[in-house]
Structure formats: structure tokens, C-alpha cells
């Protein structure tokens, strides 16, 4: 057996899985009969026709495949796919703070600049003192339109500040 | 005269100075930013959509409205000018379109798209206001039966026009549907899948997921792709009059796209994409007069029937929403869902219980169509200007402000997370080509399947043939199947391949 289509090869792995975890979760619950069905059902249906449907999208990838190039993934993004999701993380925590980890909300002004700091590495290059007026613009704008304008309930300065 | 008494009530409605505010806003919101290169109408209303909360219901559905139209006007000016389509229906605006902006030729390229897209409005508001209601009446003769089989259809309608392997688009769907599972289950109040998150009880909010998907997944996709992709020089804008042989030529080609988007719109599942494409599919099919550029060297009339096309649509894929609340494409799944935030189920009974709502936002669309021309026209000059905002600000700006829209969701980090969360899976998705938009149909209809689903077959006592023993029910589900009969027959399967992956 021989992989003649990698993403769907994969893509049906995935589907597979997927359908698995839900409907292995499914069966927890009260599956209920066809007239009375129970929080269990129709997740436990869906789930083992996912699977069921990943099974062909795999077996089909490894037949003769429509595509020319093999249906290779290629190569992973993975500077911009860390950094994004580290500067996704750092805005979270600052923004509002870790209890578990005790750490204190330092709110947005300071989960901004964080955010366009780290967001900024996901570039393969990137000029310091930009990325300093960028931060301060869009920190402008996000306290203008966000906090002024449109009035979410966003904490702007370190908790400890503010009392 | 209903659709007199109707419409004047609706420009009762949508005519006071606080709602043309708004119309005004969300036009300008949202062509300011679809306008920017690879955030489409989607993108753009997950990500305002947190500005209409504190709305009253009216007028943040009018304000949507304005942005929805905002920007899908703003992703046609972006295709047009930097061969960057903002979404999947501006896809064929970009073939003749750049090339005229290339040729000099943007101005009367932005105009015809303009004019185009207001007359197609015009004529998809009247369509509505006209032949509404009575689809409503239909749709009240609805049972559970009817309703699950509707969505069935709607759903098979998204994986038939999704593009690559109609098996993928029919994993992703299951997968959104399973997704919507996650929360409480409304009949027994049991917490699935939440892992004792508290967070989760509501279930996932789908602007967490679109904005994931759309925002972060497409930034992640972006970066990782070689740069020459992703900067392409700005030519310079000359003249924005159309002269009187484009004039001529377009004047034939609005109509036939207009009349093209108008009837796809209406079926659930159609939607602007496939308009769009079928609208210059056609105009391809035709003629060529005299001197005319051949299309797919700056025709004009290549950009004057697609951009009609897409805006009847868009405009007459209100109808299946508003009437039977089912939403025909992913943009609409979004609406939907925006009106549930402000308490609106969508369907026939909102035609009848609120008519103001109803009959306002149906001419606030055809206000946000007007607006967008008075706007947009003079505008032009700017956006070019905006477009030379380097892809390396943008980009950290776009990752802030979809942080910033999901933690004002449920105002706690775990929404912020979730956004990266699904913006590593939906990188993966990218790459492994699964198309998001069915997911995220399934997503948005899977709660309103499910408990359908229950109810039909605690009527029927566990009977599976009520679905077929009921005529209306067994025609959606014979049309849904004779779609995926049409959609797996290799000449269609071809062309299907061919139309996406066109130029």
C-alpha cells in the first residue's frame, strides 16, 4: 500500500479521529431511541458516519490520486503558526490575567504592545522602532474605538493600577 | 397594493435619521474593511459584529446589512486593484478586472462594478418585497419533517459548490455539525463535550470559530507563502468615467447578470459564488463585438455581469433567510447568527410578529445599495491609498482587533484562545485543502437540525419514513440527492474542478 494523496490521506485520518472522539464521548451520554432520543444520539450518528467517511477519503488516497503533484502538504508555516498563536496566548493572559498561574490582569494597553511585539517575529523581518509606532497606534485606535465608542468592558490598565 | 403598504412601512422604518446613521456606519465600516486584501464579507462581519451588541435589534440588523454590502463592495474594489479577491464570489472579478486596472482602466473597471452592483441591488430588493411573503406563507406549512429535510438540502447545497473533493466538503460539514453538538443540549440540559469548562455550556461561539478559520488561519497561510504572492504593485488609478461604448456594453451585461444572481440567490445553497461564476460563464458564451477585448485581457462587461450577479444574489439570498431561516451561504450563517444574539429566531413568523424589523431591513438594504454608491464613487482614490498599507502592519492589527471581538463574546481569555485555537486548525485545514464554509454551515445549522430532527421523529414515534411519506420533505430530499448525482457525474465533476480553478 502506497500513499498517493497525502492531504487526503491525512484528511481522512483526521476525519476519522475526529468522528471517533465524539462518538466515543456520545456514548457517556444517554443515547435514547429513535423517538426519544437523548443527548447521546445524534452526535453518536454523526460521529460514526464522520469516521466511517474518513475510512474512504483514506482508502481513496491511496489509489491513484486526481492530482499531479501527489497531494503533498508541502511545508509547514510554522514561524508564522507559533508566533501568531504565542501573541494570541501573551494578549490573553495580560489582558485579563492567570489566576492559576497568578498572574495579574495588565490589561489591554500592555496586552497590545505584547500581542505586536511577538505577532511582529511571525515576519521574516521585521524594523523595531515600526513595530514600537505600530503598537502605539493601534493602541490608540483600540482604546478609541473599543473602550471610548463602542464601550466593551475591557480592563485598559494593570488592575493594580487602577486601584 | 401589499408591496406598497409593505415597502412604505419598511422606509417608515428605515428612513429616520438614527437608522441611516447606521446604514451609513456599516457601509463605510465594512468597505473600509474589506476593502484590505484578504478579509472578505466574512471575515468582516465576524469581526463587527461585537460593534452592533449594544444595538437595538433594528438597527444593528440594518447596520449588518451596511457592512455585509460594504464589504463585499470593498472586496471587488481590492480584486480590481491589487488582484487580491476578498472572498470566493470576487474570484472572477479579478480576471478582467485587474487586467483593466493593469491597462489604466480601474476607474471605469470600479465603476462598472459600482453601477452594476446598485442596479442588481434595485432589482433583487424589489424581487424580495415582491414574492417574500408568499414563500413565508409556504414555509409556515412547515413541520420538523420539512424543516431537517430544508437543511439537509441547504447543507448539500454548500458541499456541492464547495470547491475540490465533494467528499471532504461533506466530512467538513459533519464535523460543523458535530462542533455545534459541544454545550448544553437544549432538551435535557446535559453538558456535552464542555469538559467541565464553564465557558463551553453555551457551546462555541461561531465568530470565535470564523474568526479563527478566516482570520488567523488565512494570516498563518499568508506569511508562509512566498512574499512576490502577496505584494503586488498598485497601478495608478486613471479617470473613473465610463465612456460611451462601455456604456453600451454593460448596460446588456448587468442585465443578464442581474437576472442570473436573482435566481440562483433564491435557492438555498446557491449564493453569490456560483452567480458569479454562471454570470461569466454566460457572457463568455456571447458575442464579441467589433473591437471589443476579448475576456480575460480587461473586458469590461467581464466585470460588469459577475459583480451584478453577485449583488442580486446576495441581496435575494435574504429570502430563504429571512422566510425560512435557513441561510443559503456562510455569510448568511453568520447574519443568523447575529440575529440570534439580539433575540430574533429567523424565519416566517419574524415576517408576521415583527413586521417593522422585517420590512425595515428589507429597505435598508436597498438604503445600504444607494449608500454604497454615493460612497464608494468618490471614495476610490482612497482605497487606493489604504492598499499601500504594507501586509506587515496589517497583519499584527488583524491578529489585535479578532483578540480584542472574541474576548467581548463571553469577556473571558479562554474566547481569545479559542481564536488560536482554530487558527491553527484552520491553517491545517488550508493545507490539507478542506473548504471551511461548509463547516461552518453545519456549524451554524446543527443545533436547529438536531432539535428538528428530535421532534420530527417523536411525532412519527421513531418512524424514519416520515421524511419521504411527507411530499414537500421527500422533494428537498430528492433534490438534494439528485445535486450530489448531477455533482459526482464526471463531465460536471470536470467543469466543477475547471470553473474554481479558472485563471
Not at chain 2, 419598511?10 to 429616520?16: D, E, K, L, N
Not at chain 2, 440567490?265 to 458569479?276: D, E, H, N, Y
Request: hydrophobic share 55%.
Amino acid at each position: 500500500m502506497s500513499i498517493k494523496n497525502q492531504r487526503d490521506f491525512v484528511s481522512g485520518l483526521l476525519f476519522t479521529t475526529t468522528g471517533a472522539v465524539f462518538a466515543v464521548g456520545a456514548a457517556s451520554y444517554s443515547i435514547g431511541t429513535a423517538a426519544r432520543m437523548g443527548p447521546g444520539y445524534f452526535p453518536l450518528v454523526l460521529g460514526i458516519m464522520l469516521s466511517a467517511l474518513g475510512i474512504v477519503v483514506t482508502v481513496r488516497a491511496t489509489r491513484a490520486g486526481p492530482d499531479e503533484d501527489g497531494g503533498k502538504i508541502g511545508a509547514w508555516a510554522w514561524r508564522p503558526l507559533l508566533f501568531i498563536l504565542l501573541a494570541n496566548l501573551a494578549f490573553g493572559a495580560t489582558l485579563a490575567g492567570v489566576p492559576g498561574l497568578s498572574l495579574p490582569s495588565l490589561g489591554l494597553i500592555p496586552g497590545i504592545y505584547a500581542l505586536i511585539f511577538i505577532a511582529s517575529h511571525a515576519a521574516a523581518e521585521r524594523n523595531l522602532r515600526e513595530v514600537a509606532g505600530l503598537a502605539t497606534g493601534l493602541s490608540v485606535i483600540s482604546y478609541v474605538v473599543f473602550v471610548l465608542l463602542l464601550k466593551l468592558q475591557l480592563p485598559v490598565w494593570p488592575a493594580f493600577f487602577s486601584r | 397594493m401589499d408591496l406598497i403598504a409593505n415597502l412604505s412601512l419598511g422606509f417608515h422604518v428605515a428612513f429616520t435619521p438614527g437608522n441611516l446613521a447606521f446604514a451609513f456606519t456599516g457601509c463605510l465600516l465594512g468597505t473600509l474593511i474589506g476593502v484590505l486584501p484578504g478579509i472578505g464579507p466574512l471575515a468582516t462581519i465576524s469581526m463587527l459584529l461585537p460593534a452592533t451588541y449594544a444595538l437595538p435589534p433594528v438597527s444593528a440588523l440594518i447596520m449588518l446589512a451596511g457592512i455585509y454590502y460594504g464589504a463585499q463592495y470593498g472586496g471587488s474594489t481590492t480584486a480590481i486593484l491589487v488582484n487580491l479577491p476578498g472572498d470566493a464570489s470576487a474570484v472572477v472579478t479579478v480576471v478582467d478586472g485587474h487586467r483593466m486596472a493593469r491597462l489604466g482602466r480601474a476607474g471605469p473597471a470600479l465603476a462598472a462594478a459600482g453601477i452594476g452592483s446598485f442596479f442588481a441591488g434595485c432589482v433583487g430588493v424589489l424581487v424580495i418585497a415582491a414574492f417574500a411573503p408568499q414563500l413565508a406563507d409556504v414555509a409556515f406549512r412547515f413541520g420538523p419533517a420539512e424543516y431537517v429535510s430544508l437543511m439537509v438540502l441547504g447543507l448539500i447545497g454548500a458541499v456541492v459548490i464547495a470547491s475540490g473533493s465533494l467528499l471532504k466538503a461533506v466530512g467538513m460539514m459533519l464535523v460543523g455539525l458535530l462542533l455545534a453538538s459541544i454545550g448544553t443540549d437544549v432538551n435535557s440540559g446535559v453538558a456535552r463535550y464542555t469538559g467541565g469548562i464553564p465557558e463551553l455550556a453555551d457551546g462555541i461561539s461561531f465568530i470565535v470559530i470564523a474568526m479563527g478559520v478566516f482570520g488567523y488561519g488565512g494570516i498563518i497561510g499568508n506569511l508562509g507563502s512566498p512574499k512576490s504572492e502577496r505584494e503586488i504593485p498598485i497601478s495608478k488609478v486613471k479617470g473613473l468615467l465610463l465612456s460611451w461604448e462601455d456604456c453600451k456594453r454593460i448596460v446588456p451585461a448587468i442585465l443578464r447578470g442581474t437576472a442570473v444572481g436573482t435566481a440562483l440567490g433564491i435557492l438555498p445553497g446557491g449564493g453569490a459564488t456560483v452567480s458569479s461564476f454562471a454570470a461569466y460563464a454566460i457572457e463568455k458564451k456571447t458575442k464579441l463585438h467589433d473591437g471589443e477585448v476579448p475576456f480575460g485581457e480587461g473586458n469590461i462587461r467581464g466585470v460588469a455581469a459577475p459583480e451584478s450577479a453577485n449583488n442580486a444574489a446576495s441581496q435575494t439570498s435574504f429570502i430563504p433567510l429571512l422566510t425560512l431561516g435557513i441561510p443559503p451561504n456562510a455569510v448568511m450563517a453568520l447574519m443568523v447568527g447575529a440575529m440570534m444574539i439580539h433575540n430574533i429566531q429567523p424565519g416566517p413568523q419574524v415576517m408576521t410578529s415583527n413586521p417593522e424589523l422585517f420590512w425595515g431591513l428589507i429597505v435598508s438594504m436597498w438604503i445600504g445599495n444607494a449608500m454604497l454608491i454615493i460612497l464608494n464613487l468618490p471614495l476610490i482614490a482612497i482605497w487606493v491609498k489604504l492598499l499601500r498599507v504594507p501586509y506587515h502592519w496589517l497583519f499584527p492589527a488583524i491578529v489585535l482587533f479578532c483578540a480584542i471581538g472574541a474576548y467581548s463574546t463571553h469577556y473571558s481569555p479562554l474566547g481569545i484562545w479559542m481564536v488560536g485555537l482554530f487558527g491553527a486548525i484552520g491553517y491545517a485545514f488550508a493545507k490539507l485543502e478542506l473548504e471551511s464554509a461548509p463547516l461552518l454551515l453545519g456549524f451554524i445549522l446543527g443545533p436547529a437540525m438536531e432539535e428538528n430532527l428530535r421532534r420530527a421523529m417523536l411525532l412519527s414515534r421513531g418512524d424514519w419514513s416520515t421524511f419521504v411519506t411527507s411530499g414537500v420533505s421527500a422533494t428537498f430530499l430528492a433534490v438534494s440527492a439528485l445535486l450530489v448525482l448531477i455533482a459526482l457525474r464526471p463531465s460536471v465533476r470536470e467543469k466543477r474542478e475547471e470553473v474554481f480553478l479558472e485563471e
